[in-house]
């Protein structure tokens, strides 16, 4: 089975300023998609971004980008300009082409936003 | 505005009680994931559906959960009997697979049912 490790349990910002989110994963597949949920106080898990592995160019959406080394099995988040509403737990996820396979998931990375 | 919808919120229950909790999925998706989440594992997969057939409950403890798809617009789980160590949120997410193998990138999330077993 694949794995997902976040190895950063909290990490915290000043507001405006920037972090990055670090994720390593293990897979012998060349084919898969790695993704970036967010889960707020209210439970609900949101996508943030996704990042399919035979595209090279990273992933972008507005102010959170991703890192995506594939050699490395590296998949870093960054977010710039961070907000108060940032603040929230931070899952990355692993999975296979097929979109009916499950997800695997790491620990997840608590991040404060600092006002 | 189509979104997995999930009840239960919130359930407070005693130990040896049976509990019951529905997903709603998108209309159209035709796979369905029922997740656990708890601080020790983090998110664990329990079961998952295609097309309303069971295709991997193997993280499932048998001998008191059960996952079925009574119809396309209806997933439970049911735990009987229930136990302290199933103090839980649970989350059904779900996705859809086209015949030829493609779909849709994400698995859509309920806000997920807070379970406390006393």
């Known amino acids: 089975a694949q794995t997902?490790?976040?190895?950063?349990?909290?990490?915290?910002?000043?507001?405006?300023?920037?972090?990055?989110?670090?994720c390593t994963y293990d897979t012998s597949e060349s084919d898969y998609y790695l993704f970036w949920?967010?889960?707020?106080?209210?439970?609900q898990m949101i996508l943030v971004i996704r990042q399919e592995a035979y595209k090279q160019q990273n992933a972008t959406e507005n102010r959170f980008s991703v890192n995506f080394q594939k050699a490395a099995k590296s998949f870093s988040l960054k977010i710039s300009d961070s907000q108060l509403g940032d603040a929230a737990m931070y899952f990355c996820a692993y999975r296979s082409a097929d979109p009916g396979n499950q997800f695997y998931f790491g620990t997840g990375t608590s991040l404060t936003v600092i006002p | 505005d189509a979104r997995v919808t999930?009840?239960?919120?919130?359930?407070?229950?005693?130990?040896?009680?049976?509990?019951?909790?529905?997903?709603?999925?998108?209309?159209?998706?035709?796979?369905?994931?029922?997740?656990?989440?708890?601080?020790?594992q983090g998110l664990e997969l329990l079961a998952y559906f295609r097309n309303r057939a069971p295709l991997d409950d193997s993280g499932m403890p048998k001998d008191r959960f059960s996952a079925e798809m009574p119809d396309a617009t209806?997933?439970?789980?049911?735990?009987?009997?229930?136990?302290?160590r199933d103090s839980a949120v649970y989350f059904c997410a779900s996705g859809l697979v086209l015949g030829d193998g493609t779909g849709a990138y994400e698995q859509f999330f309920g806000p997920g049912t807070r379970l406390t077993v006393l």
């Open chain 2, 74 to 84: 209806l997933a439970t789980l049911k735990i009987q009997p229930s136990e302290p």
């Open chain 1, 4 to 22: 997902v490790t976040q190895s950063q349990p909290e990490m915290s910002v000043q507001e405006a300023e920037t972090v990055t989110l670090s």
């Open chain 1, 37 to 43: 949920y967010k889960q707020p106080p209210s439970r």
């Open chain 2, 6 to 40: 999930q009840t239960p919120r919130d359930k407070v229950t005693e130990m040896g009680q049976e509990v019951t909790m529905r997903c709603q999925p998108i209309l159209g998706h035709n796979t369905v994931f029922w997740y656990r989440q708890t601080m020790m």
